[in-house]
């Protein structure tokens, strides 16, 4: 919902009872926070002004200097259904406390620079992003890691051990998802009211579907959006999955592997580069039907994979799904249609209007605006280097390398296997981010040093299966 004027904003609170106002802001971990206010607060002063928040809180500042600022961007409004009472959110800016000027570490910020320095170097005038949405409706899900204990426990009514314990006999069996009908899907007419809220609150659907993974994988794609919208999207609809999951009795999750020996859930970006009516990858008589300007985006990503990989990849648990198999990219390649390359140029997406690729191994553990951002500049160093995917080694190959022997798979460049191994990519390899202002130095250390932190603590922990296999010895 785009309000054009603060007296827009208030005529529609006006006349739609609205009585409270809620801000959302994004930390720099990639998690939604709010502040909710009645809605007579919601002033032109307030506007102006904003409404002060600690930054300390959420990564962005010290303790000793945290006062922030929360700005509504009246360009991303939506109605909040999941209230008691009629509320108007909005998504905002982060301003410093003194001067008002926006504050350069907000992730949504960091976003708009991109590509902004998109137009700065007049390749284009605009990118924009389909990311695809997968993830799982779980019954129940409970957890526990303490001194002496160390464990998960998900409930699914799909799952096959469910129907041995007085189930409906409708079940899904490993690996059986992919557009299971009803009764085996239990699970449609919850994704049908995710799909109308997100409409209700201005985000177009596509379509929803089961995916592979048996008991409780869910897919819904929405069309490709400008980098504004598709990046407030991804939060919106992680937003609105989660909240319609409680709402029935459910919980979901975007983990991107939360079950041994099932289809883990990614989040595939698609992406093409715009200037005026053009779209800058469309070549008719390419590969794939992708320009000598696509071609060089795709090998500017595919350079940079271990370091874009940091951002969109930010969890140990990101690969625990990038493994052979499971239709997991695990290798720097691009192809057209094969599900193995890290980079598929779609088949039916070969006209002037469609033309554009997916880089498959991107998962929803990430900032999105990040993600976004980082996957935008290593394109763009890519285009600005000229460089030629072909001669890098990046393909096309269009076999199924999971196929190949161990001689020819290392042929080809192998992205990274670990968090550790994404976050010494990006310790090696950021200057691209960094050109134009958009990342800053500061951000990609705090970042490198958190997922540090995350990684040496989980790695610290004592696994439950460890002790199954090792506890007798």
Request: aromatic share 10%; glycine share 10%.
């Amino acid at each position: 919902m785009i309000f054009r004027s603060f007296d827009d904003a208030a005529s529609y609170i006006r006349d739609h009872g609205i009585v409270m106002v809620d801000l959302k802001f994004c930390d720099l971990w990639g998690r939604w926070h709010h502040v909710t206010l009645p809605a007579k607060r919601f002033t032109r002063g307030l506007l102006e002004k904003g409404v002060g928040f600690d930054g300390s809180s959420v990564g962005f500042k010290t303790v000793s200097a945290g006062d922030m600022v929360l700005q509504p961007d009246l360009e991303a409004a939506f109605p909040d259904p999941f209230h008691d009472v009629p509320t108007l959110s909005f998504i905002c800016r982060t301003l410093e406390a003194d001067t008002r000027l926006p504050f350069p570490y907000d992730p949504r910020n960091i976003a708009r620079r991109a590509e902004a320095f998109l137009r700065e170097t007049g390749i284009g005038d605009r990118s924009v992003w389909g990311p695809e949405f997968e993830f799982y409706l779980f019954d129940g899900v409970s957890f526990e890691n303490t001194l002496n204990t160390a464990s998960y426990r998900v409930e699914s009514s799909e799952g096959e051990w469910h129907s041995r314990a007085l189930g409906s006999g409708y079940t899904i069996p490993a690996h059986g998802g992919y557009h299971a009908i009803p009764p085996n899907d239990h699970l449609h007419n919850a994704r049908t009211q995710i799909c109308l809220t997100l409409e209700e609150m201005g985000v177009e659907v596509k379509y929803h579907h089961h995916e592979v993974g048996g008991p409780g994988q869910c897919e819904i794609e929405i069309p490709l959006l400008p980098l504004a919208q598709a990046t407030d999207a991804i939060l919106l609809v992680k937003y609105v999955v989660r909240m319609t999951a409680i709402q029935l009795g459910m919980t979901a999750t975007f983990l991107p592997k939360p079950l041994h020996g099932e289809a883990g859930s990614g989040m595939h970006f698609h992406q093409c580069l715009w200037k005026g009516d053009t779209n800058l990858f469309h070549d008719a008589l390419g590969y794939g039907a992708m320009s000598e300007t696509g071609r060089q985006f795709i090998a500017g990503i595919l350079a940079h994979g271990g370091a874009v990989m940091a951002w969109t990849n930010a969890s140990t648990n990101s690969y625990r799904r990038l493994v052979p198999g499971f239709e997991a990219p695990i290798s720097a390649i691009y192809s057209i249609g094969n599900r193995s390359a890290a980079i598929r140029i779609p088949k039916y997406a070969n006209r002037p209007e469609s033309s554009r690729f997916e880089f498959r191994p991107p998962d929803a553990t990430g900032n999105p605006y990040l993600m976004v951002a980082a996957q935008l500049m290593a394109g763009l160093d890519g285009i600005r280097k000229k460089m030629d995917p072909t001669v890098l080694g990046f393909g096309p190959v269009d076999e199924d390398i999971f196929t190949w022997g161990a001689e020819q798979r290392a042929t080809i460049k192998a992205l990274p296997t670990s968090l550790g191994q994404a976050v010494d990519a990006l310790e090696a390899d950021h200057a691209f981010l960094m050109a134009g202002d958009v990342f800053s130095g500061d951000i990609i250390h705090r970042w490198i040093a958190r997922k540090r932190a995350e990684e040496r603590d989980v790695l610290n922990r004592p696994h439950p299966y460890e002790v199954e296999l090792y506890y007798d010895l």
